[in-house]
């Protein structure tokens, strides 16, 4: 039966801990603080604490709990012992956001060992760190929302990004065994891809490529980090309780 009484908000993440990474600028910040919003406290992680503090000063502005945690998410120690600070300091986590990610763009010929790995740690290996580690508390918990941001570079590659969008469309793939293996004790693994969000990391494109992009869009505007948020809420809580393994593009159409 449907529930018509509208009694119930699913939208709330009440009662609820959120761990971010990557949580000091850009869609991590928006994110965290859309999730603050609906009544989750937030676990805050970066690579410096101290990055932490805009973002925490947010949190707690709309009334939430908010705790920073230095971790680097491509070192397999700092993740597995940041994790149990997390759990030591907060109790719980309901909800992961693996949101850290860079670029280091260069031509398949040009491209650089080091800018390979780099790339590859970070993105891929660190979603895949974060998760192992959070996960094992969610299983226990019985219940769990994994929320990946991957990109439509993942989806459709790039000119320059061979590296990114390998690490990209590893998280897709990842996200999707994940969610088969979780499923059964009700964790559930989904992904975004985002479009071109206006952030830092895309803040250092020149104005000819931003303007071919816009061309490339049939919204024809960039997105915000809140646009990228606000489709992390809706993964993160009770409205998409029977969703998982699931990539949703927020892209302004770019891909469909
Ligand atoms: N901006 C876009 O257009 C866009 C599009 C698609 C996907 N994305 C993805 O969204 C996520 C956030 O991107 P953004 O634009 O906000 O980038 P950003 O560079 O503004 O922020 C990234 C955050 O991750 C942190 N970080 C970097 N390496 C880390 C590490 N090893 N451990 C922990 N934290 C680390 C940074 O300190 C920073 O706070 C990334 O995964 C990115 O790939 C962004």
Known sequence: ??????????????????????????????????????????????????????????????????????????????????????????????????NAGITKDSLLVRMTEEAWDEVLSVNLKGTFAVTRAVAKHMMKQKSGAIVNIASIIGLIGNFGQCNYAASKGGVIAFTKSAARELASRNVRVNEIAPGFIETRMTGQLTEDVRSRMLEAIPMKKFGTPQNVAEVVLFLACEASAYMTGQVLTVSGGMVM
């Open 1 to 98: 039966m449907c529930d018509l009484s509208n009694k119930r908000n699913s939208y709330s993440l009440s009662g609820k801990t959120a761990l971010v990474t990557g949580a000091g600028r850009g869609i991590g910040q928006a994110i965290s603080v859309v999730l603050a919003g609906a009544g989750a406290d937030l676990a805050l992680c970066d690579l410096e604490k101290s990055w932490l503090d805009e973002t925490a000063e947010l949190v707690r502005g709309a009334g939430r709990r908010a705790e920073c945690f230095a971790m680097n998410v491509a070192d397999w120690q700092s993740v597995s012992s940041g994790v149990e600070s997390v759990i030591g300091t907060m109790g719980r986590i309901d909800v992961l956001v693996n």
